[in-house]
């Protein structure tokens, strides 16, 4: 062949694109690039074997070598595939984006299946090599008989200079990359391994590393460092736990085990295979992104990609493996291509569909896991009305009695002591003494003790009109109260205004009434809206809302308590004043405690008055 240079002829009407791919968010990303290049080479050849269209051996190893010479400050991608001949170097290479796969693919569209499993696009994603090299040279040698091994060598990206190979004496393509001075980090292997693993760890073709010694000695590592067939490819008939548990190992680093996974495989309307695990999440605070990983062929594209996977499954782990998704795309294009929103749609929907059937097929276990999967479900219910929909018979309370029922099943449950009423706990440690109340009457709560639940339960009440929440400490009266003792009203009268005039206006509202259990002289009761304003509020800090939200406190004084009564006969005597009033405080404080933490003043009055009833009970 003769020796050529010229120019390379660049399409005005792709400018936009090659534009894109110099402007790389990740410098690494030129090894994604050849490699996907070389698979897709591999890849051509194999078709065109199967076709007919070429002779090869059917027991050759394919597959693609990754060298790094430190000497000449070079990295090397060779692969065995299909190669080029000069016209092809000419058409495919020197003439960016015009796409090598895309045309190779128009070319034998009718003789192949529908699956489309050429990766690369040739010409274009090449080019990248330039953002670390001051030369790149490829030596190439084409399947085809009599085919002539060619070079071609560039240091700009713009001027070329084309000859034959003294280099390629087999069929496929050598790229050579001299590295450039500021890219000298892609000469420890440490660093190319670690690209590879990141991008290409489950490419279909071998992917072998080494860097290259002047020792005769040398011994190379002969294994691939990659997997070529990725669990997610199998059937999930043929895939057991352990081997879903060792890629979750394997893929996110980890000791850990997960809870369950769902395994993704759909042909039609769309390709899209891939395996999302549910983690356990330990507590609230690990409310943070997963990692789902997202594929194209087998090719890493990128972590988290919300436009594809929505934002509330990105709590969990997994793959997804879309061909149907162009390799490098802009967010913009995601957010408006109908195929992505189905994409989209479809992965929600199996979800959902997973949890249904634990929920009805595996009962047991999916209230095992129900403490560490809620807060997932809660936040996608809050994010996406539609999986609320599919899922929303499927969430479970858990109850102060350690059960696990629907919220149908508690609003059955408990119709006949206050209907369409659903008594919750935030703190079970705080209100141990309303918990205790609870039980001791054959009374039921649920926990919610997540930030989140906040949010949830105004989602429940909005979406179930006449159903309300009230926290466990928001209004007892009404059930705790001894109907058959409503006591006599001037009395009432009398322990309230005794109260009103010790305490003041520490307390917003008094009531006295008639409690069954004698042992609880006083409880505090939280108006339930005035709560949720107040925690709003301090969710918001720093925002004016032009008014000043505070819990509403309301004393409920048990006419019950021997206590009480007590408190009562003495409120006349003058000589006892004192001693009333410091008991009156010590119910008070007593009342608060089982609700909340006092702050620092009022805990040091209570100390005070602890020591001094203690000096009191000694001098008798």
Known sequence: MTNQKGSISIHTENIFPIIKKWLYSDKDIFIRELISNGCDAVNKYKKLISLGEAQGNADEHYKIKVSIDKENSALIFEDNGIGMTAEEVEKYINQVAFSGAEDFFNTYKDKMNEENDIIGHFGLGFYSSFMVSKKVQIDTLSYKENATPVRWVSEDGLEFELTQSDNRETRGTTITLFLADDSKEFLEE??????????????????????????????????????????????????????????YRKVFKTFDEPLFWIHLNVDYPFNLKGILYFPKLKNEFELIEGKVKLYNNQVFVADNIKEVIPEFLLLLKGVIDCPDLPLNVSRS??????????????????????????????????????????????????????????????????????????????????????ENKIFYVSNEEQQSQYIKLFKDYGLDAVILD???????????????????????????????????????????????????????????????????????????????QSRRMAEMRSQFAGMDFGMN????????????????????????????????????????????????????????????????LMSMVISL
Request: proline share 2%.
């Open 190 to 247: 440490y660093t190319v391994r670690n690209i590879i693993d990141k991008y290409c760890s489950f490419l279909p073709v071998d992917i072998y590393l080494e860097t290259i010694k002047t020792e005769e000695d040398e011994v190379v590592d002969t294994t691939p460092i990659n997997d070529t067939n990725p669990l997610w490819l199998k059937a999930p008939k043929d895939c057991t736990d352990e081997e879903y548990k060792e890629f």
């Open 333 to 418: 294009f995601l957010q408006n291509d109908r195929d992505v929103s189905k994409i989209s749609k479809h992965i929600v929907k199996k979800v959902a569909d997973k949890l249904k059937s634990l929920y009805k097929n595996e009962r047991e276990n999916y209230e095992k896991f129900w403490d560490d999967i809620q807060v997932f479900i809660k936040f996608g219910c809050l994010k996406d009305e539609s999986f609320y929909d599919k899922v929303k018979d499927s969430i479970l309370f858990k109850t102060i009695n350690s059960q696990y029922i629907t919220l149908n099943d508690y609003l059955e449950n408990c119709k006949e002591k206050h």
């Open 549 to 612: 939200f505070e819990e509403e406190k309301t004393l409920v004084i048990n006419d019950n308590s021997s206590i009480v009564k007590k408190l009562v006969l003495l409120k006349d005597d003058e000589t006892k004043k004192d001693k009333v009033s410091l008991i009156c405080n010590q119910i008070v404080d007593i009342a608060l405690l089982s609700n909340k933490e006092l702050d620092s003043k009022e805990l040091d009055e209570f100390i005070k008055r602890n020591n001094q």
């Open 450 to 528: 997540s930030t989140i639940d906040n949010h949830f339960i105004s989602m429940i009440e909005f979406k179930n009109q006449g159903v309300h929440f009230n926290r466990i400490d928001a209004d007892l009266s009404d059930i705790l109260k001894d109907n058959d003792n409503e006591g006599n009203k001037e009395i009432k009268t009398d322990i309230e205004n005794l109260f009103k005039d010790v305490i003041g206006d520490r307390i917003n509202n008094y009531s006295v009434e008639s409690l069954k259990s004698e042992d609880t002289p006083a409880i505090i009761l939280i108006s339930e």
